[in-house]
């Protein structure tokens, strides 16, 4: 059974960091690509940053360009999303993605994605 499971969500104020670890089960992050999207209330899923398959790679949204960090760990069959100088409009519940299939480049779009997790909320107070 696939299973992906999402930490190190919480509150924090304008300024500070965070980092979210999405821990895969069933699966394995090695030729991958992977993804993180996020939802804010009222709002639709977009994505956050992605890998592709060799990690070497990563696309980043223009809002968090600068300020996130996306990479995995091949031990913990683990992707992470350090998040730095966050700001309110970062609020949103934070899901990790990986693809069903292996290799290829780094996947910008939801249904692109086979395997979620349940998402942890992040929410940043000014």
């Known amino acids: 059974q696939v299973q992906l499971v999402e930490s190190g969500g919480g509150l924090v104020q304008a300024g500070g960091s965070l980092k979210l670890s999405c821990a895969l089960s069933?699966?394995?992050?090695?030729?991958?690509?992977m993804g993180w999207f996020r939802q804010a209330p009222g709002k639709e899923r977009e994505i956050v940053a992605a890998?592709?398959?060799?990690?070497?790679?990563?696309y980043y949204a223009d809002s968090v360009k600068g300020r996130f960090s996306i990479s995995r760990d091949l031990a913990k069959n683990t992707v992470n999303l350090q998040m730095n100088s966050l700001k309110p409009e970062d609020t949103a519940v934070y899901s990790c993605?990986?693809?069903?299939?292996?290799?290829?480049?780094?996947?910008?779009?939801?249904?692109?994605?086979?395997?979620w997790g349940q998402g942890t909320q992040v929410t940043v107070s000014s």
């Open positions: 069933g699966l394995a992050v090695l030729r991958r690509p």
């Open positions: 993605a990986a693809t069903s299939g292996i290799f290829g480049s780094a996947r910008l779009t939801w249904p692109e994605y086979g395997y």
């Open positions: 890998l592709d398959w060799t990690a070497n790679n990563a």
